[in-house]
């Protein structure tokens, strides 16, 4: 993955980014279960590059986003575009149809995602764990997978556990190995779904440095849902918050988390200060 430029936060430039074309861009988006709106309408786009992060309380609809984009769940309505290709529709007599599950192959090849819990094969040591997608989606050779798994474990400082499994682990040990594994497939956009949820409070600063570490080193699009605050200023270029299944309010951290516009996005702060 290419390094920018960077200011001396190490968050990317962002001189000229109107004109970068856009990485996600949800297009009139409704997820629906029965009557239940989870989406209503959604309508955002995230440039290459960009690191936007999801806040909003529980039910808002922010991890049906990313199990959206990892084509786990599918739209009831409207489009998803990745890359400016529609990721689960296909053009067809004017209208919009489902797409196959090889059209879903190749637009998942560009998307990683980090779960809360983990979601690693336990019968698989680490290396293994790393390797097994890249020689087998990707076709990589398994020399030249296991020589970028190794870079990869060395970055999230996991190299000395490449042998042991993932019972082995602690819960912030597997999460980072879990980071690696998703970058393994060299993802142009990396989704990050609380990935420190499940983790004890002491070791959740471990992950987030590995993860402050890869927005300072690369120029990897990210969606992050989190509920840690001070990790979401750090990182972010955008914080969009949900209410609802819709965009409450959407801008830059600094004016997000000092001085938002919407009393519900005071108020959602609030209850996360005072939780």
Not at 23 to 43: A, C, I, P, T
Not at 52 to 70: A, D, E, H, N, Q
Not at 86 to 114: C, D, F, N, Q, Y
Request: no cysteine; aromatic share 4%.
């Amino acid at each position: 993955m290419p390094e920018p430029d960077t200011h001396d936060d190490g968050a990317p430039e962002r001189e000229g980014e109107g004109e970068r074309r856009p990485m996600v861009r949800f297009e009139r988006v409704v997820k629906r279960y029965g009557d239940h709106v989870v989406l209503d309408h959604l309508d955002f786009s995230v440039a290459r590059g960009e690191r936007v992060t999801l806040i909003g309380p529980s039910g808002s609809g922010k991890t049906t986003i990313l199990r959206l984009l990892m084509t786990l769940e599918r739209v009831t309505d409207g489009v998803i575009f990745v890359d400016e290709e529609p990721l689960t529709h296909v053009r067809r007599g004017g209208e919009w149809v489902p797409a196959s599950e090889r059209h879903l192959r190749a637009r998942r090849r560009k998307i990683g995602m980090v779960f809360q819990h983990y979601n690693l094969f336990p019968n698989m040591t680490v290396l293994q764990n790393l390797i097994e997608a890249p020689v087998h989606v990707l076709g990589r050779s398994k020399e030249a997978a296991t020589a970028r798994a190794r870079e990869l474990l060395e970055m999230v400082g996991m190299e000395e556990k490449l042998d042991a499994h993932p019972s082995r682990l602690s819960g912030g040990q597997r999460q980072r190995v879990a980071i690696a594994r998703a970058l393994a497939m060299e993802p142009e956009v990396l989704l990050l779904d609380e990935v420190t949820s499940a983790l004890d409070p002491e070791i959740v600063s471990d992950v987030l440095d590995v993860l402050r570490q890869i927005a300072r080193t690369t120029d990897i699009t990210m969606l992050i849902v989190t509920h840690e605050m001070r990790f979401a200023r750090d990182v972010s270029h955008r914080v969009m918050m949900f209410d609802a299944g819709r965009i409450v309010e959407d801008g830059p951290p600094d004016k997000i988390f000092t001085d938002p516009d919407e009393d519900r996005t005071r108020r959602f702060l609030q209850a996360i200060v005072e939780g």
